[in-house]
């Protein structure tokens, strides 16, 4: 039997993050350029349930009944099988590899899952839609990031851009023309599910300071998502240093994101931010496509270890209606 293989791209937030835990709206777009892939080999030799995974990325082979019950990848495949219905698998080998950086706030866990869910279902003869995708992908995100939005794993399975609120159905966002981002990996980095639970601290001792700072944040989500829509791209610009600014008060960012956003302006972006949960991770930069590489090269030099610049496309969505 040939091998199956399926593939599933990166994710940046651009603005919303920390704000959508708690119901508020975040959009998110797909990142073409760095993709995650699994590819199965069947192994007819072998007794049923026996699941080689094998991900280099993170240094992991071992049979999938030998990982611990927690084990994103356990949970994933428990989820698959219930789903299905299935009392076991056949046995196969599946590797799973990206060029995602891996807790740098581009998706990496939420794309991995949902490569091996396609590649696994497509194995089985049971492919799987959009929608079942990211519900199942969700489960794998809920063993990284404790508390996830469903933001990763949604943006990632539909391939859209998205406007997203927690517990509602997804949005996808028509995009009136097209932009340019140039996004920075810093270099440093951060846990998800870490600091979703220090802003979860932070928010209980002051959940008034903590509310306005995600009402603040949702009422620039909803200006963006006009700007989106309406082609106004000049517009994101200075959104997104007003996004910055409020999640700098939300306490996730750093003296070195700051730094890098600084030097992104200085080199003629039109707006800069970080994106992700913080604390390390990427920043990203609004670009006219001719100063990409000149802001590129300015993030290089003043501390990201590497960049990313990807254009986000023109598409023909139904208008967006945010609730």
Request: proline share 7%; charged share 15%; glycine share 8%.
């Amino acid at each position: 039997m040939p091998s199956i293989s399926a593939s599933a791209p990166g994710k940046i937030i651009l603005f919303g993050e920390h704000a959508v835990v708690y119901g508020r709206p975040a959009i998110a777009v797909p990142v073409e350029g760095v993709r995650a892939k699994a590819m199965i080999l069947a192994r007819p030799t072998a007794p049923s349930n026996n699941v080689l995974i094998e991900a280099p990325d993170i240094g992991l082979k071992s049979l999938l009944n030998d990982l611990p019950k927690n084990h994103a990848f356990s949970l994933l495949f428990s989820a698959v099988k219930s789903y299905l219905n299935l009392e076991h698998f056949p046995a196969f080998h599946l590797r799973a590899t990206s060029s995602i950086p891996i807790a740098a706030g581009l998706g990496s866990g939420a794309a991995i899952a949902v490569a091996m869910l396609r590649a696994t279902a497509e194995f089985l003869g049971c492919p799987l839609t959009d929608e079942e995708t990211s519900l199942l992908a969700f489960e794998s995100e809920k063993a990284y990031h404790g508390t996830p939005s469903g933001i990763d794993n949604t943006v990632i399975a539909y391939a859209k851009p998205v406007w997203f609120v927690r517990g509602q159905p997804v949005q996808f966002i028509p995009i009136a023309s097209p932009f340019t981002l140039v996004i920075a990996n810093s270099g440093i980095k951060s846990s998800t599910a870490e600091i979703v639970s220090v802003v979860r601290q932070n928010h209980e001792k002051d959940p008034a300071a903590y509310d306005s700072l995600f009402d603040h944040t949702a009422r620039i989500s909803r200006q963006a998502l006009h700007a989106l829509q309406f082609g106004a791209i000049n517009d994101l610009g200075p959104l997104m240093l007003e996004n910055h600014q409020v999640l700098q008060h939300m306490g996730v960012s750093l003296p070195e994101l700051d730094r890098l956003i600084n030097a992104a302006m200085v080199a003629g972006a039109l707006g800069a931010k970080l994106s992700g949960a913080g604390h390390g991770g990427n920043v990203i930069a609004l670009v006219d496509p001719e100063h990409a590489q000149a802001v590129a090269e300015t993030l290089l030099s003043n501390g990201a270890i590497e960049t990313i610049t990807t254009r986000i496309s023109a598409n023909e969505e139904l208008p967006c209606s945010p609730s």
